[in-house]
């Protein structure tokens, strides 16, 4: 596995504000993943990698939906369905796959399969326990493997993907409020052109 600058190009076009702004860098290269930060999910932080082949891997916190997300690219899924639901099988080392429905997207260019993981129950916390664990991901697609990637630096780079969250998170609530108009002072008169 090798992380190339060109993911962070691939996430930028992924919609309009990141597009404009680009993804927040947290750190550029944790065992080989890319950290950051994506304004428009609600500021989820992620971890992502490309690996040489064409395939992409991207898992991160979705405030906006409130669930952890996997997400799996691969530059030769050209007939991926934009909103169409796919049941994949995720297996990480030697455990049981997890399996449920991955929604066919596009980041940029590249056709990707996202996973939404719960937070009920414990299962998020367990999804990411085997990902930062375990040395190997394999994803099926109608029983067949359709990507087995290497994981290395999985365990430092999830943990700083949990660190980042943990302080967006902290920042977020302690941004003041919003302030009331300065400029409002309960005066109401018809030459106030600010009330």
């Known amino acids: 596995m090798r992380m190339l600058k060109w993911t962070a190009l691939v996430l930028a076009a992924a919609s309009p504000a990141l597009a ?88 940029g260019e590249l056709p990707t399969l996202t996973v939404d993981v719960g937070f009920e129950k414990n299962k998020a916390a367990t999804f990411i326990d085997e990902f930062r664990r375990m040395t190997s991901v394999a994803v099926t697609y109608e029983n067949k493997e359709i990507a087995r990637l290497t994981l290395s630096g999985t365990n430092a780079a999830m943990q700083e993907v949990i660190n980042c969250q943990t302080e967006v998170n902290e920042a977020g609530a302690a941004a003041p409020a919003q302030a009331e108009d300065p400029f409002n002072s309960g005066a109401s008169t018809d030459s106030d052109p600010f009330n």
């Open 20 to 107: 404009e702004d680009g993804p927040i860098t947290w750190k550029d290269d944790v065992g080989g993943w890319y950290i950051g930060v994506d304004t428009s999910i609600g500021n989820g932080c992620f971890m992502t990698a490309a690996y040489e082949a064409g395939t992409y891997l991207r898992v991160q916190f979705n405030p906006s939906a409130d669930t952890f997300q996997f997400i799996i690219g691969d530059e030769a899924w050209n007939s991926i369905e934009q909103g169409k639901l796919y049941t994949v099988g995720i297996a990480f080392g030697n455990r049981d796959p997890w399996t449920g429905d991955a929604e066919g997207g596009r980041l």
